[in-house]
């Protein structure tokens, strides 16, 4: 089944805990993107990547970090967790950045105490 | 920066009416559209994706018009049913791979 997967679906951690958040999809897909939505504030860009050690900043990046060693993975790093990123996490891919429809993951819920 | 707003923010109707669900963005530099679905708790499903150089796209009971020049963007139901209530998100992409996304309106179709 095409799919894009994140672990861990939920996750409650504490402040300054190094985590990473795995996302991966099985669509051979070049681009592949991360989002966080929070109430109020919608879903905001953090990071996305066109393709294999291709990755740039999207609208909200501070405090993460990704990395795309392989075309099917794209993992968000958190360093230094903090409790302002506490939200909804989603992974999304699409084949290439012109034939831009976007396939989400399921969502990660984080928890920063 | 792009802005994208959606109005109304909910809306509420009854089975088999038809709606409009409309999606502005302030610059109209943009590769594509892509409007989503999104139920509670859960991710978002693609509905329909327009290319900056088409009009409209269509799927089932769904249209999508997109009128870049003026920077809007409708999403037609028609005879709406319970199982449509969601949330529905229009979002905007740059040629960048960069992407905006609207706050989106909530839909409640009642029996």
């Known amino acids: 089944e095409a799919q894009v997967t994140q672990n861990p679906r939920y996750l409650i951690t504490v402040t300054g805990k190094k985590l990473t958040v795995t996302c991966s999809q099985n669509m051979n897909h070049e681009y592949m993107s991360w989002y966080r939505q929070d109430p109020g504030l919608g879903l905001r860009q953090i990071y996305y990547s066109m393709n294999v050690e291709v990755t740039d900043k999207g609208d909200v990046p501070e405090g993460y970090k990704v990395s795309r060693k392989e075309k099917r993975n794209f993992p968000l790093i958190l360093e230094s967790p903090s409790p302002n990123q506490t939200s909804l996490y989603f992974c999304a891919s699409s084949f290439t950045r012109s034939y831009n429809e976007q396939f989400f993951g399921p969502g990660t819920r984080l928890t920063v105490l | 920066k792009q802005e994208v707003t959606q109005i109304p923010a909910a809306l509420s109707v009854p089975e088999g009416e038809n709606l409009v669900l409309n999606c502005s963005f302030t610059d109209s530099a943009i590769y594509n559209l892509q409007w989503f679905r999104q139920d509670p708790g859960k991710g978002l499903t693609s509905l329909l994706l327009i290319q900056s150089s088409q009009r409209e796209q269509t799927s089932g009971r769904l249209n999508a018009s997109l009128d870049k020049s003026s920077g809007r963007s409708t999403l037609y139901i028609a005879a709406s049913q319970p199982g449509d209530s969601a949330t529905y998100l229009c979002?905007?992409?740059?040629?960048?791979?960069?992407?905006?996304f609207g706050d989106g309106t909530t839909l409640t179709v009642k029996p």
């Open positions: 979002a905007v992409y740059t040629n960048a791979g960069k992407s905006t």
